[in-house]
């Protein structure tokens, strides 16, 4: 394939595509991230187990031995989190099809929420089986053996890669970059808006959410890359995408970056 080198989008165009996918990365994570945190406080409440919503977890107040854990409470408050990320997906995956003519950049918000939520939903039962957190509880009291735990993990991490071999087409969808379907110009912006926008995301929040943050969350973060590295080989087998818009200017949505970033500093303050 003859490569035009006009085409190749420069410095400039490469790293606002990176700034604005971070921004939306950010406040996807906040509205995903959020509600995880609320279903899990609601369920515990409506069971009668004393909860409060701190930045890095929901902290119950009642000890082990206590008879409000009953099966039932424990494994649905351990499983709420994950059910209602899966819920969360469902309807950003709707929306995303619903969105997919129109161009801007709110395609890119929903592609984010997607992946945020199929992450912690799957990633959830890697990082408990791996660290015996969170959901972990969950299948412990219901007696599941160890190896089955980890064939779980397995099979969902391979379900991680397959989400993200069939969603590659739709974040390529989102690019807005001007000869988009040059191959030069794919890489860059799965590199640039994909590849290093998770990097950055995770470092921002890890960063805030210090000194709390623990191997279990390291594990779900990190496992979003499963998810990111399917992008790179599923988008050379794609001869044409569909792109909407090819913005020759772009614009960085710096007011919306200052928006997700307050907002990860207000669950900071005022969840501690």
Not at 17 to 45: G, H, R
Not at 46 to 54: L, N, P, R, W
Not at 73 to 80: D, P, T, V
Not at 214 to 237: A, D, G, N, Q, V
Request: glycine share 4%; charged share 10%.
């Amino acid at each position: 394939m003859i490569i035009n080198e006009a085409e190749i989008v420069n410095a400039r165009q490469r790293w606002i595509s990176f700034a604005n996918s971070l921004t939306f990365f950010l406040l996807a994570f906040v509205v995903v991230y959020m509600v995880n945190l609320l279903a899990t406080y609601i369920t515990a409440e409506s069971f009668g187990v004393d909860a409060v919503i701190k930045y890095f977890k929901v902290d119950f107040k009642i000890n082990n031995e206590s008879d409000k854990w009953t099966v039932d409470s424990l494994i649905l408050i351990f499983y709420m989190s994950p059910f209602v990320s899966l819920l969360l997906a469902g309807l950003f995956s709707r929306l995303k099809n619903l969105f997919r003519p129109d161009p801007g950049y709110f395609k890119l918000f929903l592609m984010w929420g997607f992946i945020h939520s199929m992450n912690f939903c799957f990633a959830s039962f890697i990082g408990g089986v791996a660290t015996e957190q969170g959901i972990w509880f969950a299948l412990a009291w219901m007696g599941v053996p160890t190896f089955v735990q980890i064939i779980f993990a397995v099979v969902f991490a391979i379900l991680l890669y397959f989400i993200g071999s069939t969603s590659s087409v739709y974040f390529l969808e989102c690019c807005n970059y001007p000869f988009a379907n040059n191959p030069v110009n794919r890489q860059y912006w799965l590199l640039n808006a994909g590849l290093k926008t998770w990097f950055a995301g995770f470092l921002i929040v890890g960063l805030l959410f210090l000194p709390e943050i623990r191997y279990y969350e390291l594990i779900i973060y990190f496992s979003m890359i499963i998810i990111i590295i399917p992008f790179f080989h599923t988008s050379k087998l794609m001869t044409e995408v569909m792109i909407v818009e090819e913005v020759e200017k772009p614009v960085f949505h710096w007011k919306w970056l200052a928006v997700a970033l307050l907002c990860l500093v207000l669950i900071r303050i005022l969840l501690s």
